[in-house]
């Protein structure tokens, strides 16, 4: 039997193939010749106004100061210093936020499902006035409660020993850097890798025997040992430096401020109630005889929402969820509303000092693209590792 001829590629425009490369290229052309446009034209009107144009201001002396920062700041620093102190500060707010919001979220949407009343009630009522209730009003409401109705310094609340709760923000205290705290940093990146084992151990021998051992119980075992293990081998350091209160002041430990609590807690509660539905619609997806499955099985409430319905639901609920923590991360610009030195709030100060509104925008909008893409890189990394392989 002779073999098929083998395919000639035809390059003739009767072509679908052809043409359909062809249109593509044309319609790149288009746009790279309009954006050339654009930008000549723009440097052109630049030029006569007698505008200045460049990223050459990145490395002169900024000139201002930044009241909250990770890392160290002076004013004489480059304005590239505060742009990352800026970006540091977005990350900040925006990495724990996502955390907050996420376990917060996901209570609330088990809870819409509760067969208790009162807890799918208030849970309803949460996400029913918190996702239609501006974010930016929000952020008001919060600063004003933290600024305004919280007592002076000099009265501070202490809710816990060393902890001081006032307009001020909060106080609290952090351990002094040591060595031996290397040790302890080693001793949890095991205890990660620990609780990466074990899981993989218990998938093995639920797929095996049908049993399922305890994940979370022992895994905080396994973490919190060999960060202890960790900490003791480095010689136990354990300075803390407590804050003090003084007649007219706290000193000493850790602080934060009230911009950065309200942005903190505005967004945290404001993602929550969109990530609530997301977890609700994700739950409620997985069939009805999942469910019948697991009661006919013995399985408590619990063991059904974590080993049957949760793992199913899933695949659903990771790329809404990853829409959310871009949204998160975006809706961090607002803090400059509240005063929070967060990216944008350093790029308007850069802005009104340098007149380089373009490439300080620029600069903005790449900080913020590259955070989105990353994120959404890791979400799909996990949402592949988390998708149900079917044979």
């Keep these: 039997m002779s073999s098929a001829p083998p395919k000639t590629r035809s390059w ?32 052109q009107n630049m030029r006569v106004r007698g505008i200045k144009s460049g990223f050459d ?19 004489s620093e480059s304005y590239g210093k505060a742009f990352l102190v800026g970006m540091t500060n977005t990350l900040r707010v925006s990495i724990l936020g996502i955390v907050f919001a996420t376990v917060l979220g996901t209570l609330l949407g088990i809870g819409r499902l509760s067969r208790n009343v009162l807890v799918r009630t ?44 006032s307009k001020n923000g909060l106080q609290f205290p952090h351990p002094v850097w040591a060595p031996g705290h290397w040790a302890t940093l080693a001793g949890f990146v095991a205890g990660v890798a620990g609780i990466w084992g074990w899981s993989r151990w218990v998938a093995a021998r639920r797929d095996a025997t049908g049993q399922a051992p305890l994940v979370w119980l022992p895994a905080l075992v396994i973490l919190v040992g ?34 950065f609590l309200t942005v903190l807690l505005g967004l945290t509660i404001y993602t929550a109630a969109y990530i609530a539905e997301v977890v609700r619609a994700g739950i409620q997806s997985v069939p009805y005889g999942q469910h019948e499955a697991s ?15 949760l793992p199913q639901a899933l695949r659903v609920i990771i790329p809404p969820m990853t829409n959310q923590y871009l949204n998160l991360t975006k809706n961090s610009s607002l803090a400059v509303a509240v005063g929070y030195p967060d990216l944008v709030s350093i790029s308007n100060t850069s802005l009104n000092q340098t ?6 925008i620029a600069i903005v909008m790449a900080c913020y693209l590259t955070l989105s893409l990353l994120t959404s890189a890791l979400m799909n990394w996990y949402n592949r590792r988390a998708a149900i392989k079917e044979r």
Excluded: H
């Design 12 to 43: 003739s425009l009767r072509s679908k193939a052809v043409r359909g490369v062809l249109y593509q290229v044309l319609v790149l052309a288009v746009i790279f010749a309009v954006g050339a446009y654009l930008f000549s034209n723009t440097l």
């Design 57 to 75: 201001f990145i490395t002169q002396p900024a000139g201002f100061g930044i009241g909250e920062s990770v890392l160290p700041f002076d004013s």
């Design 122 to 165: 208030l849970s309803g009522a949460y996400v029913d006035f918190f996702r239609n209730v501006p974010l930016l009003l929000q952020l008001f409401i919060w600063y004003f409660v933290l600024t305004e109705m919280l007592p002076p310094i000099e009265e501070a609340l202490r809710p816990l020993p060393g902890v001081f709760f």
């Design 226 to 259: 060999a960060t202890a293990a960790g900490w003791w081998a480095g010689g136990a350091p354990s300075g803390l430096d407590v804050p003090e209160k003084t007649e007219i002041n706290v000193i000493g430990g850790g602080a934060v401020t009230p911009e």
């Design 295 to 309: 009661v006919a099985l013995g399985l408590t409430r619990a063991k059904e929402l974590r080993l049957v319905q």
């Design 355 to 360: 007149g380089r509104a373009i490439e300080c």
